[in-house]
């Protein structure tokens, strides 16, 4: 099953809301919060008291990227706030097993995030206890950035891992995703594609409807 989460990075912050609204009635399986500290990465987005505000909007499923140090810190408050899934990065975590313990535990799905330098190997040891692995498809901290090739191959590799494993578990791609290129995403074996500008430009009802339309053809 392949799902669209947009990410509201690119969305309209002034009218946030309503912006939900629209790709959740697009069809938009998943809102793709990106939570930015400004230490694990250069800028600083927004926390807790957004994802709180939005919570009543929809019951698409609140997917909450952690590009923050030590994100264990705020698994419990990030759910307290509405998350659904919780996603961390490889790279800021120093206990992961903990952490990915922590998110379970408190009743939210678990997801690691890889950035695009961190070879697919690093998840070796986790691969069960994940719910879903997101491949950084860019550099974290910006939307608007231009898709970095080479992480094509990350996702076959996990991919691979992943079905010699016996697991169906799925992997998410985020940065750069536009219709023009998706397709390659999906062939590498992604199902979960994260879009923030390409869904948020122009018309993001249109935008949404595009993505699901190429999905339902693959
Ligand atoms: C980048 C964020 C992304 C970002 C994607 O650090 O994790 O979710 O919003 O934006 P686009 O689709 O514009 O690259
Ligand atoms: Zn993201």
Redo the contacts with the bound molecule.
């Keep these: 099953m392949y799902i669209l989460a947009p990410?509201i990075?690119?969305a309209d912050f002034s009218r946030l809301g309503e912006e939900v609204r629209t790709v959740a009635d697009a069809g938009a399986e998943y809102i793709?919060l990106?939570v930015m500290d400004g230490a694990f990465?250069p800028s600083i987005s927004f926390g807790m008291p957004v994802i709180q505000k939005l919570r009543p909007v929809t019951d698409k499923v609140f997917d909450v990227?952690m590009?923050v140090e030590e994100p264990g810190r705020y698994v419990a408050d990030i759910k307290k706030a509405g998350a659904d899934l919780i996603c961390v990065h490889q790279e800021a975590c120093r206990h992961l097993d903990r952490t990915l313990n922590q998110i379970r535990e408190c009743g939210c799905k678990a997801a690691v995030a890889l950035n695009p330098a961190t070879p697919v190997e690093t998840l070796s040891c986790v691969l069960k206890e994940a719910d879903m692995f997101l491949i950084m498809s860019?550099n974290?901290?910006?939307?608007?950035?231009k898709f970095i090739p080479y992480t094509l191959k990350k996702i076959r590799k996990l991919r691979a891992m992943l079905n010699e494993a016996g697991l169906s578990t799925d992997i998410q791609v985020?940065?750069?995703?536009s219709a023009a290129n998706v397709r390659d995403v999906l062939d590498a074996g992604a199902n979960v594609i994260?879009?923030?500008?390409?869904v948020f430009k122009n018309d993001a009802a249109a935008n949404t409807r595009e993505f699901l339309e190429i999905f339902s053809r693959y």
């Design positions: 990410s990075l690119a793709h990106d990465v990227h590009m860019v974290p901290g910006f939307g608007g950035q985020d940065g750069g995703i994260v879009a923030g500008s390409a």
